[in-house]
C-alpha cells in the first residue's frame, strides 16, 4: 500500500479516536479521478461549512472552480501538498473599509478571499470598482454609501468612489452633511442616489448612522422601505447612544433598526453587535435570534477585539461621547505611537490629524467572548484603511485570532462552526443580492476555487494594538478564484485575481 492510501485509510480512524469522526466519501464530480487538473491539493482536511464534509481527501482544480473531490489520488499541472493542513472556504469579510493594496495584503495573509465594505460602502459605485479591477488581489465589492448621498444631496460635495467613515474628510472639513436634517425633498433624493448605486452593482444600502446624526428616524426608515422593495440588504451601524439616564439605551437604538426591518420587510445586517451594546449585548443577541425565528430577515457580526476604532476627527466624539460611551481619554490609543490619550493629546490630534484612526478601548472581554461563541453572529473585521503606521490589528489578526485563540487555546467553539461564521455565513448573506456569492464560502464541486489553507496547530494572530500591521501566522496557502495567492506563507507577486461582486439588476 502506498504511504498516500495508508494515511488516508488510517487517519480518519485516529482522528475518530479522539472525538472527531471523518467520513471519508467516494469521488463527488463526474469528471473522472484520472484526467489532469490546473491545480490538485492533496491530502488536506477538506471541510465544507454547507455540507458538512470533514475529511482527508484531494481536490482537483480547473481554472476557476473546483472541479472535484475524492479520496482518489489526482494528476495536477500543478500540486500543493495540503498534508496536515485544513482546506477550508476562503474567508469573507463584509466589513473590510480597508480597500486598498496594503489592506488586501494583510486580509489575504489572514485567509480573506472576499471583502467587501458593507457599513461604509461606495458611491459612485463604478468608479470605485474600476479603481479596483485588474489590481485586487481579493474579490472585493461595496453598498451603496448613505454617507456620500448626504453628501451629494445636502451638501452638493459628491464622494469619489469610497464611502468609509469620514468620506474624502467630509466629517472633518463639511460637516454639515452628516449633521443637517435632510428636507422631505432632500430625504426623496438621498434615497434617489442610493438606488441609483444599487441598480449600478451596490450590494445594499450602507448606513453608518452614528456618523450622520442628523438623519431622523423618517430618512432612516425611507432607505429600509426602498431596500425591501429592491431586496437589497440594508448593512446598519446604528444611531449614537442618546444621553438618557435610563439603562438599555444600546437596546433602544437596535431595536429602531429592527422594527424598520419588521414593518417594511428589508433584509437587515447589524454590524459590530458587541461594540454597539457593551453589557447589554446579550439581549441584542437575543433580539436577533428571536427576530430570525419569527422569519425576519436579519443578521449580525462581531470582530474578536475588545476594542473598536474610528477616526478622531468623526461624529463619534461630538460633545458628550465620554458619557454616551461610559470611556474616558485614558481608553483611547493612538496606533502610531502606542500612547493612550489626555485631554490635550486627544484635542491636539482631532483638530490637526481628523483623518487618522483611534483605538477605542470599551468592550468588555466576557462580551467578546459571548459573541464569538455566538451561532448565529458572523465573524467580520471592521478593519480600517491602513494610511498610517497601523490603525488596529482587526486589519491583520481576525481570522488568525479567532481560529488561534477562540478554536484551538480557548476551544470556545468548534472548528466547523468557526468556519460556517467566517465564510459561509457572510456568502449567504449577500447571495439574494449577488448570485456570485452562492459559489463562494463553501468547498464544493462547483463552488469557485476560493480556498484556504492553514495549519490548525499554528495559525494565529499576531498584530497588536501597539504593532498591528503584523500577518497573521499558520495561513500557508490561499486561492482566490484557482489562482494561488499566497504560497507557503507568503504572497505571490503580480497576482491580481480578485473580481468585483456586484449586485444583480433589476
Not at 60 to 65: A, F, M, V
Not at 83 to 99: E, M, R, S
Not at 271 to 299: C, E, F, N, W, Y
Request: aromatic fraction near 6%; charged fraction near 20%; include cysteine.
Amino acid at each position: 500500500m502506498s504511504n498516500q492510501k495508508l494515511r488516508l485509510a488510517v487517519l480518519p480512524a485516529l482522528l475518530a479516536a479522539t472525538g472527531v469522526a471523518y467520513p471519508l466519501s467516494a469521488q463527488t464530480s463526474a469528471e473522472p479521478a484520472t484526467q489532469t487538473y490546473d491545480i490538485v491539493i492533496a491530502n488536506g482536511r477538506v471541510m465544507d461549512p454547507e455540507s458538512g464534509r470533514d475529511e482527508v481527501a484531494n481536490v482537483g482544480i480547473n481554472g476557476r472552480g473546483i472541479a472535484i473531490i475524492t479520496a482518489a489520488k489526482l494528476k495536477g499541472r500543478r500540486t500543493i501538498d495540503a498534508t496536515n493542513l485544513v482546506v477550508a472556504p476562503g474567508f469573507v469579510d463584509l466589513h473590510a473599509h480597508g480597500q486598498n493594496p496594503k489592506g488586501e495584503y494583510y486580509q489575504v495573509l489572514d485567509g480573506v478571499t472576499t471583502a467587501i465594505d458593507a457599513e461604509g460602502g461606495a458611491m459612485p459605485i463604478a468608479p470605485f470598482i474600476a479603481a479596483l479591477s485588474g489590481k485586487a488581489l481579493v474579490n472585493f465589492g461595496a453598498t451603496a454609501s448613505h454617507q456620500c448621498a448626504r453628501r451629494e444631496v445636502i451638501a452638493n460635495a459628491p464622494c469619489q468612489g469610497h464611502g468609509a467613515i469620514n468620506p474624502d474628510g467630509g466629517a472633518a472639513s463639511d460637516r454639515r452633511a452628516y449633521t443637517a436634517a435632510a428636507t422631505p425633498e432632500q430625504q426623496r433624493a438621498i434615497v434617489a442616489a442610493l438606488d441609483r448605486e444599487v441598480a449600478a452593482g451596490a450590494l445594499g444600502y450602507g448606513l453608518g448612522i452614528e456618523y450622520t446624526p442628523g438623519a431622523g428616524r423618517s430618512e432612516i426608515y425611507d432607505i429600509f422601505k426602498a431596500a425591501a422593495v429592491t431586496r437589497a440588504p440594508v448593512f446598519v451601524h446604528v444611531r449614537s447612544r442618546p444621553l438618557d439616564p435610563a439603562p438599555g439605551v444600546p437596546i433602544a437604538v437596535v431595536q429602531e433598526v429592527i422594527a424598520n426591518a419588521a414593518v417594511t420587510g428589508a433584509p437587515l445586517q447589524i454590524v459590530h453587535l458587541h461594540s454597539t451594546g457593551l453589557r447589554d449585548t446579550p439581549t441584542l443577541i437575543d433580539m436577533v435570534k428571536r427576530a430570525r425565528q419569527r422569519g425576519l430577515d436579519i443578521t449580525s457580526e462581531a470582530y474578536p477585539y475588545t476594542a473598536g476604532s474610528t477616526h478622531i476627527g468623526s461624529e463619534f466624539f461630538r460633545d458628550g461621547w465620554q458619557e454616551r460611551s461610559g470611556i474616558s481619554f485614558g481608553d483611547l490609543q493612538w496606533p502610531a505611537t502606542g500612547e493612550r490619550l489626555t485631554r490635550e493629546s486627544f484635542e491636539r490630534y482631532r483638530r490637526e490629524q481628523p483623518n487618522s484612526a483611534v483605538v477605542v478601548h470599551m468592550i468588555p472581554e466576557e462580551v467578546v467572548d459571548t459573541i464569538i461563541a455566538e451561532p448565529e453572529i458572523s465573524i467580520a473585521s471592521d478593519g480600517m484603511p491602513w494610511v498610517t503606521s497601523g490603525e488596529h490589528p482587526r486589519g491583520a489578526g481576525t481570522y488568525g485570532r479567532v481560529l488561534g485563540r477562540y478554536v484551538r487555546e480557548r476551544k470556545t467553539l468548534g472548528l466547523m462552526a468557526a468556519l460556517r461564521k467566517m465564510a459561509l455565513m457572510p456568502a449567504q448573506r449577500l447571495e439574494a443580492v449577488s448570485p456570485q456569492m452562492a459559489k463562494k464560502g463553501r468547498v464544493k464541486v462547483g463552488a469557485d476555487a476560493d480556498i484556504t489553507l492553514f495549519d490548525p496547530a499554528t495559525v494565529a494572530d499576531v498584530a497588536t494594538f501597539e504593532k498591528p500591521m503584523q500577518a497573521s501566522v499558520g495561513i500557508r496557502h490561499v486561492l482566490v478564484n484557482g489562482q494561488p495567492v499566497v504560497r507557503d506563507g507568503k504572497l505571490v507577486e503580480k497576482v491580481f485575481p480578485g473580481e468585483a461582486i456586484v449586485g444583480k439588476r433589476p
